[in-house]
Protein backbone atom coordinates (compact mmCIF):
# COMPACT_ATOMS: atom_id res chain seq x y z
CA UNK A 1 0.00 0.00 0.00
CA UNK A 2 1.19 3.38 -0.81
CA UNK A 3 0.96 5.48 1.96
CA UNK A 4 2.85 8.60 0.72
CA UNK A 5 -0.57 9.76 -1.24
CA UNK A 6 -0.89 13.49 -0.60
CA UNK A 7 -3.65 14.47 1.04
CA UNK A 8 -6.38 17.42 -0.91
CA UNK A 9 -7.46 18.53 2.79
CA UNK A 10 -7.41 22.09 3.40
CA UNK A 11 -5.58 22.85 7.17
CA UNK A 12 -5.77 25.87 8.99
CA UNK A 13 -3.47 26.60 12.33
CA UNK A 14 -4.80 29.29 14.65
CA UNK A 15 -2.24 30.10 17.75
CA UNK A 16 -3.85 31.44 21.17
CA UNK A 17 0.03 32.83 21.38
CA UNK A 18 -0.30 34.05 24.85
CA UNK A 19 -1.40 30.97 26.34
CA UNK A 20 1.06 28.71 24.85
CA UNK A 21 3.73 31.25 25.53
CA UNK A 22 2.92 31.43 29.34
CA UNK A 23 1.88 27.23 29.77
CA UNK A 24 4.95 25.74 28.99
CA UNK A 25 5.78 26.83 25.46
CA UNK A 26 7.84 29.57 25.33
CA UNK A 27 10.10 29.69 22.68
CA UNK A 28 8.19 27.05 20.48
CA UNK A 29 8.91 27.09 16.55
CA UNK A 30 6.30 28.49 14.69
CA UNK A 31 8.18 26.97 11.52
CA UNK A 32 8.21 23.62 13.41
CA UNK A 33 4.35 23.94 13.84
CA UNK A 34 3.44 25.16 10.02
CA UNK A 35 5.59 21.77 8.92
CA UNK A 36 3.62 19.83 11.46
CA UNK A 37 0.39 20.73 9.93
CA UNK A 38 1.41 20.47 6.42
CA UNK A 39 2.50 17.13 7.39
CA UNK A 40 0.38 14.56 5.36
CA UNK A 41 0.52 17.18 2.50
CA UNK A 42 -1.98 19.00 3.25
CA UNK A 43 -2.70 22.68 1.85
CA UNK A 44 -2.17 25.14 4.22
CA UNK A 45 -5.15 27.68 3.79
CA UNK A 46 -4.85 30.04 7.05
CA UNK A 47 -2.12 30.58 9.22
CA UNK A 48 -2.79 33.08 12.30
CA UNK A 49 -1.33 33.87 15.79
CA UNK A 50 -2.81 35.62 18.48
CA UNK A 51 -0.78 37.82 21.11
CA UNK A 52 -1.12 41.03 23.05
CA UNK A 53 0.89 44.17 22.77
CA UNK A 54 1.55 46.51 25.88
CA UNK A 55 1.62 49.86 23.98
CA UNK A 56 2.51 51.86 27.94
CA UNK A 57 5.15 49.80 28.23
CA UNK A 58 6.24 49.46 24.72
CA UNK A 59 6.94 53.87 25.07
CA UNK A 60 9.04 52.97 28.80
CA UNK A 61 10.97 49.96 27.81
CA UNK A 62 12.54 49.94 24.67
CA UNK A 63 13.76 46.80 25.23
CA UNK A 64 10.78 45.29 25.22
CA UNK A 65 9.55 47.06 22.10
CA UNK A 66 12.52 45.63 19.91
CA UNK A 67 11.59 42.24 21.57
CA UNK A 68 8.03 42.89 20.47
CA UNK A 69 8.59 44.05 17.21
CA UNK A 70 11.11 41.15 16.33
CA UNK A 71 9.26 38.22 17.42
CA UNK A 72 6.39 39.30 15.30
CA UNK A 73 8.40 40.07 12.39
CA UNK A 74 10.03 36.21 12.85
CA UNK A 75 6.21 35.53 12.94
CA UNK A 76 5.20 37.39 9.80
CA UNK A 77 8.60 35.72 8.06
CA UNK A 78 7.18 32.22 8.26
CA UNK A 79 3.99 32.59 7.24
CA UNK A 80 1.91 33.76 10.13
CA UNK A 81 -0.92 36.56 9.98
CA UNK A 82 -0.50 38.04 13.51
CA UNK A 83 -3.21 39.80 14.80
CA UNK A 84 -2.61 41.42 18.49
CA UNK A 85 -4.48 42.75 20.49
CA UNK A 86 -3.83 45.98 22.90
CA UNK A 87 -3.26 45.71 26.95
CA UNK A 88 -6.24 47.61 28.54
CA UNK A 89 -5.06 49.02 32.42
CA UNK A 90 -6.97 48.61 35.62
CA UNK A 91 -7.43 49.71 38.57
CA UNK A 92 -8.54 47.26 41.23
CA UNK A 93 -9.19 49.46 43.79
CA UNK A 94 -5.58 48.35 45.78
CA UNK A 95 -3.16 50.73 44.43
CA UNK A 96 -2.46 48.32 41.92
CA UNK A 97 -3.02 47.97 37.59
CA UNK A 98 -4.55 44.86 36.50
CA UNK A 99 -3.45 44.17 32.61
CA UNK A 100 -5.19 42.63 30.16
CA UNK A 101 -5.91 41.18 26.23
CA UNK A 102 -8.64 38.78 26.38
CA UNK A 103 -8.32 37.21 22.45
CA UNK A 104 -10.75 34.55 22.99
CA UNK A 105 -13.59 36.57 20.91
CA UNK A 106 -11.41 37.57 18.13
CA UNK A 107 -9.87 33.54 17.59
CA UNK A 108 -13.70 32.43 17.68
CA UNK A 109 -14.91 34.64 15.01
CA UNK A 110 -12.33 34.49 12.83
CA UNK A 111 -12.21 30.98 13.25
CA UNK A 112 -16.29 30.57 12.57
CA UNK A 113 -15.57 32.53 9.40
CA UNK A 114 -12.79 31.23 8.30
CA UNK A 115 -13.10 27.63 8.93
CA UNK A 116 -15.98 27.47 6.04
CA UNK A 117 -12.63 27.07 3.57
CA UNK A 118 -10.88 24.75 6.07
CA UNK A 119 -11.41 20.72 6.22
CA UNK A 120 -8.89 20.69 9.37
CA UNK A 121 -8.30 22.97 12.34
CA UNK A 122 -5.29 22.86 14.20
CA UNK A 123 -6.28 25.08 17.74
CA UNK A 124 -2.87 25.55 19.77
CA UNK A 125 -3.90 26.31 23.31
CA UNK A 126 -5.21 25.18 26.47
CA UNK A 127 -7.64 27.20 27.75
CA UNK A 128 -11.03 25.46 27.95
CA UNK A 129 -13.19 28.53 26.97
CA UNK A 130 -12.84 26.83 23.98
CA UNK A 131 -14.65 23.99 24.14
CA UNK A 132 -18.25 25.13 22.77
CA UNK A 133 -16.00 26.64 19.91
CA UNK A 134 -14.55 23.12 19.08
CA UNK A 135 -18.31 21.99 18.99
CA UNK A 136 -19.29 24.08 16.87
CA UNK A 137 -16.28 23.34 14.34
CA UNK A 138 -17.28 20.01 14.71
CA UNK A 139 -21.05 20.47 13.83
CA UNK A 140 -19.91 21.70 10.75
CA UNK A 141 -18.18 18.80 9.60
CA UNK A 142 -14.38 20.08 10.70
CA UNK A 143 -11.43 17.80 12.14
CA UNK A 144 -10.26 19.81 15.38
CA UNK A 145 -7.14 18.71 16.91
CA UNK A 146 -5.94 21.10 19.89
CA UNK A 147 -2.27 21.37 20.62
CA UNK A 148 -0.75 22.53 24.16
CA UNK A 149 1.77 21.87 26.68
CA UNK A 150 1.39 22.76 30.17
CA UNK A 151 -2.33 23.49 32.24
CA UNK A 152 -4.38 22.17 29.34
CA UNK A 153 -8.08 21.90 29.71
CA UNK A 154 -9.22 18.30 30.55
CA UNK A 155 -12.42 19.31 28.78
CA UNK A 156 -10.68 20.13 25.77
CA UNK A 157 -8.50 17.33 25.35
CA UNK A 158 -11.47 15.38 25.83
CA UNK A 159 -13.80 17.03 23.15
CA UNK A 160 -11.32 17.73 20.26
CA UNK A 161 -10.51 15.01 17.58
CA UNK A 162 -7.36 14.83 18.57
CA UNK A 163 -5.03 16.47 21.17
CA UNK A 164 -1.06 16.55 20.85
CA UNK A 165 1.42 17.48 23.23
CA UNK A 166 4.04 20.24 21.80
CA UNK A 167 6.89 18.51 23.91
CA UNK A 168 6.53 15.22 21.95
CA UNK A 169 6.71 17.16 18.63
CA UNK A 170 10.27 16.93 17.66
CA UNK A 171 12.14 20.23 17.66
CA UNK A 172 8.71 22.17 18.38
CA UNK A 173 10.13 23.14 21.67
CA UNK A 174 13.74 24.04 22.27
CA UNK A 175 15.55 21.75 24.96
CA UNK A 176 16.26 24.67 27.91
CA UNK A 177 18.73 23.07 29.91
CA UNK A 178 21.23 22.45 26.82
CA UNK A 179 23.41 25.21 25.86
CA UNK A 180 23.63 26.35 21.76
CA UNK A 181 25.21 23.73 19.77
CA UNK A 182 25.06 21.25 22.56
CA UNK A 183 22.42 19.07 20.28
CA UNK A 184 25.02 17.64 17.64
CA UNK A 185 22.58 14.54 16.64
CA UNK A 186 19.14 14.62 15.01
CA UNK A 187 16.19 13.91 17.15
CA UNK A 188 15.31 10.93 17.18
CA UNK A 189 18.92 9.96 16.39
CA UNK A 190 21.51 7.88 18.74
CA UNK A 191 22.90 10.22 21.03
CA UNK A 192 20.05 13.07 20.66
CA UNK A 193 17.93 14.07 23.12
CA UNK A 194 14.30 13.60 22.46
CA UNK A 195 10.64 14.10 24.71
CA UNK A 196 8.67 11.09 25.04
CA UNK A 197 6.07 8.96 27.64
CA UNK A 198 6.10 5.59 29.22
CA UNK A 199 3.56 3.73 27.91
CA UNK A 200 4.63 0.20 29.10
CA UNK A 201 5.88 -0.72 32.44
CA UNK A 202 6.24 -4.75 33.55
CA UNK A 203 6.18 -3.81 37.16
CA UNK A 204 9.57 -5.79 37.46
CA UNK A 205 11.71 -2.74 37.64
CA UNK A 206 11.94 -1.60 34.00
CA UNK A 207 9.71 -0.30 31.55
CA UNK A 208 9.20 1.70 28.08
CA UNK A 209 9.18 5.18 26.47
CA UNK A 210 7.94 5.73 23.19
CA UNK A 211 8.69 8.77 21.64
CA UNK A 212 8.64 10.53 18.30
CA UNK A 213 10.82 9.86 16.00
CA UNK A 214 10.60 12.72 12.89
CA UNK A 215 7.16 14.27 11.67
CA UNK A 216 5.16 12.22 9.62
CA UNK A 217 1.88 11.76 8.32
CA UNK A 218 1.25 8.60 10.21
CA UNK A 219 1.74 10.39 13.44
CA UNK A 220 -0.78 8.07 14.77
CA UNK A 221 0.24 4.86 14.17
CA UNK A 222 1.47 4.47 17.52
CA UNK A 223 2.85 0.90 17.06
CA UNK A 224 6.98 0.85 17.09
CA UNK A 225 6.73 -2.24 15.82
CA UNK A 226 5.46 -1.02 12.24
CA UNK A 227 8.27 -0.19 10.01
CA UNK A 228 6.16 2.95 8.83
CA UNK A 229 5.56 4.28 12.47
CA UNK A 230 7.37 7.42 13.35
CA UNK A 231 7.58 6.27 16.74
CA UNK A 232 10.30 4.69 18.83
CA UNK A 233 10.69 3.15 21.81
CA UNK A 234 13.21 3.26 24.67
CA UNK A 235 14.38 0.93 27.57
CA UNK A 236 14.45 2.72 31.18
CA UNK A 237 14.95 1.02 34.01
CA UNK A 238 13.72 2.10 37.53
CA UNK A 239 16.56 3.64 38.65
CA UNK A 240 17.04 5.62 36.02
CA UNK A 241 13.98 7.78 36.74
CA UNK A 242 14.35 11.21 38.12
CA UNK A 243 13.57 11.41 42.00
CA UNK A 244 10.24 12.24 42.65
CA UNK A 245 8.31 9.63 40.21
CA UNK A 246 6.77 6.87 41.77
CA UNK A 247 7.44 3.88 39.33
CA UNK A 248 3.81 1.92 40.46
CA UNK A 249 2.47 4.74 38.99
CA UNK A 250 4.14 4.17 35.52
CA UNK A 251 2.62 3.79 32.34
CA UNK A 252 1.40 7.46 32.71
CA UNK A 253 0.65 9.23 29.36
CA UNK A 254 0.57 12.70 31.33
CA UNK A 255 4.06 12.51 32.74
CA UNK A 256 6.21 13.36 29.83
CA UNK A 257 9.97 12.82 30.09
CA UNK A 258 13.28 14.07 28.43
CA UNK A 259 16.34 12.13 28.13
CA UNK A 260 18.94 10.70 26.00
CA UNK A 261 18.90 8.03 23.63
CA UNK A 262 21.83 5.28 24.23
CA UNK A 263 22.59 2.42 22.86
CA UNK A 264 22.81 -0.76 25.15
CA UNK A 265 25.15 -3.29 25.63
CA UNK A 266 24.45 -5.14 22.27
CA UNK A 267 24.42 -3.22 19.67
CA UNK A 268 20.81 -5.24 18.80
CA UNK A 269 19.36 -4.33 21.77
CA UNK A 270 16.64 -1.63 22.68
CA UNK A 271 17.86 1.53 22.93
CA UNK A 272 18.05 2.85 25.96
CA UNK A 273 16.79 6.20 28.00
CA UNK A 274 19.45 8.12 30.01
CA UNK A 275 19.58 11.21 32.02
CA UNK A 276 16.33 10.94 32.22
CA UNK A 277 14.56 14.47 33.36
CA UNK A 278 10.34 15.42 33.48
CA UNK A 279 9.89 18.11 31.55
CA UNK A 280 5.88 17.89 32.31
CA UNK A 281 3.57 16.23 34.29
Not at 156 to 167: A, M, N
Amino acid sequence: MNHNVQSSARVGVFVDSNNIRMNGGYGMRYDVLREYAVRDGSELVRCNAYLSFDRVRAEEDDMYRRGQANYTDNLRDFGYKVIQKKVRRYDNGDDRTVTKADLDVEITVDLLRQSKNLDRVILATGNGDFVHLVRALQDEGKRVEVLGFDNVSGDLRRECDQFVSGFLIPNLLPFRDREKGADEEEWGELGSRVRGVCYSHTGRGYGFIRYMKKISQKCWSTNTRDEESPYGSAFVHDSSLPEGIDARRLPSRSTVFEFDLASGEDPEDTWQAHNVTVAAR
